[in-house]
T-cell receptor, first 113, second 112 residues
Framework: NAGVTQTPKFQVLKTGQSMTLQCAQDMNHEYMSWYRQDPGMGLRLIHYSVGAGITDQGEVPNGYNVSRSTTEDFPLRLLSAAPSQTSVYFC????????????FGPGTRLLVL | QQPVQSPQAVILREGEDAVINCSSSKALYSVHWYRQKHGEAPVFLMILLKGGEQKGHDKISASFNEKKQQSSLYLTASQLSYSGTYFCGTDSAGAGSYQLTFGKGTKLSVIP
C-alpha cells in the first residue's frame, strides 16, 4: 500500500493564480480531510469528506474548494492564491473519521508570492 | 476552540521523563495524540476515549480527565527518537464527529 500520497511536494505560485493540490489514498478509507499547518499554529482543518460525493467545511475553508468524486481522491483547489495561503498542506484519511486513527500524507509546501 | 498545550517546549536528556498536557474549554469526547518530526507528516500515537478506553502506542501512556477536559501524555525513559513536536487533537462532538481541533504543539528535544 502506498498509503496517502500528495502531489506536488513543493509549489510556488503568484498571487491570483489557481492550482489544485492532489491527494489520493489506497486504503479504502471513507473519511478524508485537508489541513494547513503554519508556524506556531498547529494543524487547522480546511475541508473534509465522509465519503464520495459528500464534503463539508472545517475551521478555515475560505479560498479553498474541494470535491470527492471517488473514494480514493480528494483534491484541494485554490481559487485565487493569496500570500496568506502560504503554508504546508496535509491530506489525511481514516476508515470512518471520529475516533479512528488518521493517516497523513507527506505534505505539500506552498509559497505564494 | 483550539486546545491549549503545555509546555510549549521541553528539552530532556536521554532516559528522563516528560509530561505533556492538553486542556480544552469544551467537554471532550476523545483526545488524539500525534507526533511530528521536522519536515515530516504527523504520525498517530494514541486515542483516549470518554469512558476510559485507550487505543495506541505501547511505549507511551496517557490519561484523560473527563471532568477537567484535560489529557496528559507521559513519555518515560525518553529516547533520542522521541524528539519531535507533539500535538493533541480534541473532539467535542462525539460519535459521528469528523472534526478534530489541534493544539499548537509541544516541541520535545531529547539530547544525549
Amino acid at each position: 500500500n502506498a498509503g496517502v500520497t500528495q502531489t506536488p511536494k513543493f509549489q510556488v505560485l503568484k498571487t491570483g493564480q489557481s492550482m489544485t493540490l492532489q491527494c489520493a489514498q489506497d486504503m479504502n478509507h471513507e473519511y478524508m480531510s485537508w489541513y494547513r499547518q503554519d508556524p506556531g499554529m498547529g494543524l487547522r482543518l480546511i475541508h473534509y469528506s465522509v465519503g464520495a460525493g459528500i464534503t463539508d467545511q472545517g475551521e478555515v475553508p475560505n479560498g479553498y474548494n474541494v470535491s470527492r468524486s471517488t473514494t480514493e481522491d480528494f483534491p484541494l483547489r485554490l481559487l485565487s492564491a493569496a500570500p496568506s495561503q502560504t503554508s504546508v498542506y496535509f491530506c489525511a484519511s481514516s476508515y470512518s473519521g471520529g475516533i479512528e486513527t488518521q493517516y497523513f500524507g507527506p505534505g505539500t509546501r506552498l509559497l505564494v508570492l | 476552540q483550539q486546545p491549549v498545550q503545555s509546555p510549549q517546549a521541553v528539552i530532556l536528556r536521554e532516559g528522563e521523563d516528560a509530561v505533556i498536557n492538553c486542556s480544552s474549554s469544551k467537554a471532550l469526547y476523545s483526545v488524539h495524540w500525534y507526533r511530528q518530526k521536522h519536515g515530516e507528516a504527523p504520525v498517530f500515537l494514541m486515542i483516549l476515549l470518554k469512558g476510559g478506553e485507550q487505543k495506541g502506542h505501547d511505549k507511551i501512556s496517557a490519561s484523560f480527565n473527563e471532568k477537567k477536559q484535560q489529557s496528559s501524555l507521559y513519555l518515560t525513559a525518553s529516547q533520542l527518537s522521541y524528539s519531535g513536536t507533539y500535538f493533541c487533537g480534541t473532539d467535542s462532538a462525539g460519535a459521528g464527529s469528523y472534526q478534530l481541533t489541534f493544539g499548537k504543539g509541544t516541541k520535545l528535544s531529547v539530547i544525549p
